[in-house]
């Protein structure tokens, strides 16, 4: 676990930058819309996985129902595009569907400004995982009991979205989106300004992860993941600094939630539930947690795994994600960035050993 | 008055067979820190179990009663097949068998999606099952009398067994103190294997009434074992104590949630009140007192 955090934090840096360059120049000269959208969609889960690192990794706080803050700006953003398609004061189609004389839900009616929804996307999360997270840290909730309630929020808002046909779509969801804030959903130019502006979030995410990882508050954090009671004994509360964890955790998931919506066209229930905020988990996991770079690249992994394989070849996919979370948790706990480190330090110390067998040589 | 009683009775079912589950979860949890979340699926275990029998033993009288006993011994011999092959090297890391455990749930989900179909099987009440008592004018079915009296029967035998055999105090000996019960000559493995297979033949024994109750299919675990968890963190971890009363309470809340609102909001709520209940006694119900910091 120590020695992830070893590694010298401007390398990292570097890697944000050569991997925008890869996602931002790279990828849209070389790769087609198809695979730009799904590249997109990739990039938004990555945006969650950020967060559970900073969470998870970092915090030590298994957030198993993060699907409920992806719900949270996916929903919004869904809500808003849907009024959008609509046109002013109209009645979305859905609705007029189950009732011709239907009226917009009273929750409905502010996500028809694009400030109020752009603003929602970031606040409700912080109002959802700040009254949840003090709730849960004050009275030292933690560890398994922690991710279980997590979780079982996740699997409560799934089935309550599921239940709600009237106001939310219910199962089938909100999809048929024709614009995005103004711009015209079903075209490829936009398309590729979708993406970017989804890669652009990710690599400022991860700036950010990258920035706190390094700073005071990321130290603490380390240390009341490993000695919660030491940092107590210190003077800090450890519940103020893993509190402000989750809700930057669940902000990171509310905006990539947000993002998935105009890149893939639809949010159901089954986007924000209980297997869907586990895959998340399966990402960052094989990744590896307390790394910067393992989430992103577990999520992504993750996420190409899903569509290309869970289409094919469904049941495939699921004994391999049931494996994959066997044989990680028991060989690999931190991920698949704990072997690319292990190789690195071996790379390293067998330099070292060169260089000075050869000053040794030359004197 | 009337109107309390149906999600009253109708909630103490549920409320039993979620005692069922949960004992299953806390007794593992306290044992050995170890969190199963394919307890779920122990409990869809059971149900295809009887669901099997009745296949084999056509008569529903003889094979209901047959069946818990089998379905005890195989989802018992199925836990101590994932201690055997996986917890076993993951002791005292809760949160990484909570997620092993996620792997072999999902597995266990997709065998079973393979093998029966998708819409589930059905499984027939027997006839000493199918009637009603008449409880001040409401006609509540045998099956959830039964429901309950099959979990009260359960939890009172793992009581007796904890508390008046010599294998039951060698389990209290190991969950107090670990290092001190070896030394005295408990063979703490042992303990742990075979409090493994209690706890998952008791999920298998709550499959069992839950295929009476409800559908049987492979996604019938995910329904329980979150609900599961939530007695357990309310009743205190290794309480059975506790996780009775808060089996019995979270039961009857949900029922009486989904009666005044619907049966998804009675879902969000449960979680409230849970999460409330944790304010005023963050370690549930009952603890055990330690001098350790909470």
Known sequence: ?363 | MDALIPPLLNGSAVGALLLLAALGLTLIFGQMGVINMALGEFIMVGAFVTYLTQLVIPSSDISIPVALPVAFVVAGLLGLLLEVSIIQWMYRRPLDTLLATVGVSLILQQVALQIFPAQGVPVENPGWLQGQIDVFGYAWPYRQAFTIALALVCVAGLAAWLKYTSFGRRIRATVQNRDLAETVGVRTRNVDRITFFVGSGLAGVAGVAASLIGGTNSQMGVQYIIPAFLVVVAGGIGQIKGTIIAAWVIGVAMAFFADWTSGSLAQVLAFVLVVIFLQVRPQGLFTVRTRGLA
């Open chain 1, 1 to 363: 676990m120590k020695k992830l955090t070893k590694l010298n934090p401007w390398y990292s840096l570097i890697g944000i930058a050569v991997f925008a360059v890869l996602l931002l120049v790279v990828a849209p000269s070389v790769l087609s819309m198809h695979w730009i959208n799904n590249l997109g969609k990739y990039s938004a889960w990555a945006i969650v996985a950020v967060g559970i690192g900073l969470a998870w990794g970092r915090g030590g706080m298994l957030v198993m129902g993060q699907g409920v803050f992806f719900a949270l700006g996916a929903y919004s953003m869904a809500m808003h595009l849907t009024l959008e398609t609509a046109g002013p004061d109209a009645t979305p189609t859905f609705m007029i569907l189950y009732d011709p004389l239907a009226a917009v839900p009273a929750f409905w009616e502010p996500f028809r400004s694009e400030w109020f929804t752009v603003l929602a996307i970031v606040l409700l999360p912080v109002i959802v995982a700040g009254v949840l997270g003090y709730a849960l840290f004050k009275r030292r909730v933690k560890g398994a009991y922690f991710a279980i309630l997590t979780q079982a929020l996740a699997v409560a808002l799934a089935v309550l979205v599921s239940s709600t046909i009237r106001e939310t779509g219910g199962d089938t969801g909100l999809s048929d989106f024709k614009y995005f804030f103004g711009y015209v959903l079903n075209d490829d130019a936009n398309k590729l300004m979708i993406y970017m502006i989804t890669v652009g979030l990710l690599i400022v995410c991860m700036l950010v992860a990258w920035q706190l990882y390094r700073s005071r508050f990321g130290e603490l954090l380390l240390a009341t993941r490993d000695a919660e009671d030491r940092v107590r004994f210190l003077g800090y509360d450890p519940a103020n600094i893993k509190l402000v964890a989750f809700v930057i955790a669940a902000v990171m998931a509310s905006i990539g939630g947000a993002m998935f919506v105009p890149l893939v066209g639809i949010i159901t229930p089954q986007e924000i539930g209980a297997s869907a905020s586990i895959l998340f988990i399966a990402g960052v996991a094989l990744g590896g947690r307390a790394s910067l770079f393992g989430p992103v690249l577990g999520a992504m992994a993750i996420g190409w795994g899903q569509s290309s394989l869970a289409s094919s070849w469904p049941e495939g996919w699921i004994y391999i994600l049931g494996l994959l979370f066997i044989v990680v948790t028991l060989f690999l706990p931190n991920g698949l960035a704990s072997l690319f480190s292990r190789m690195w330090s071996t790379v390293r110390t067998s330099a070292d050993r060169r260089s000075q067998a050869e000053r040794r040589l030359a004197a």
